[in-house]
């Protein structure tokens, strides 16, 4: 499967760093606050487990899958929710769990969604950050690397479904979308 990576960006072992210095931030701003993480399936699946191991605080989780790229390499714009929370988020402190901030879109939908649902609060963690992906302008609280303007998958990032199982970050070669 590597066959198809032009280059790997971060290692297993520096998500997992990163996991844990991102873990104990939320752990000490948010003692005592029983806050709820929210994974956005299906791309946050890994990084879920990870973060949430790393919050050594009371935290409950819940899970809403949505999706805009279906099986393309550039949004839809359309934000589809697949599967809603169980969980009321009424006066809950939330925490949005994503791999990655692209255009921006899926944030901002998901943000207006919560505060409409009367959130306490509502915050972003995600793994990756694209800014020059940005369309509208969003806010990422809990930030692990920045990724140049290229498609990137592993870890739970796809490309029409596939490698989302590699353990680590990579630029997907350009030949495998476009040919
Ligand atoms: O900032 P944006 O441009 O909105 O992109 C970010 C979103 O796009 C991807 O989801 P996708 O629609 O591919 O669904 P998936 O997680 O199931 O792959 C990714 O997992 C984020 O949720
Ligand atoms: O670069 C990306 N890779 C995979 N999924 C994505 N969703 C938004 N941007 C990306
Ligand atoms: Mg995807």
Redesign the pocket.
């Known amino acids: 499967m590597d066959a198809d990576i032009k280059k790997v960006l971060y290692s297993e072992q520096e998500i997992q760093a990163v996991t844990q210095r991102l873990g104990q931030q939320i752990t000490a701003d948010y003692q005592g606050k029983n806050p709820l993480l929210v994974c956005i399936l299906k ?1 946050a699946y890994l990084f879920m487990a990870d973060i949430a191991k790393n919050v050594s605080d009371y935290a409950e989780v819940d899970f809403m899958n949505v999706s805009s ?1 279906g099986d393309g ?1 550039v ?1 839809t714009g359309n934000v589809k929710i697949i599967k809603d929370l169980d969980i009321d988020v009424k006066g809950r402190d939330v925490i949005i769990v994503e ?2 901030v ?2 921006g879109q899926t944030l901002a939908y998901l943000i207006d969604l919560f505060n409409g649902r009367d959130v306490k609060s509502v915050k972003v963690c995600s793994l ?1 950050d ?1 800014p020059e ?1 940005r369309k509208v302008d969003v806010q990422v609280d809990y930030a692990g690397f920045e ?1 140049p303007n ?4 592993g870890y739970g ?3 029409a479904e596939k490698y989302r199982n590699l353990p680590y970050i990579g630029i ?1 070669k350009p030949e495998i979308y476009t040919e």
């Open positions: 791309g790229y390499v949004s791999d990655i692209d255009t990756l694209k992906g990724v290229e498609f990137v998958v990032l796809d490309y997907l």
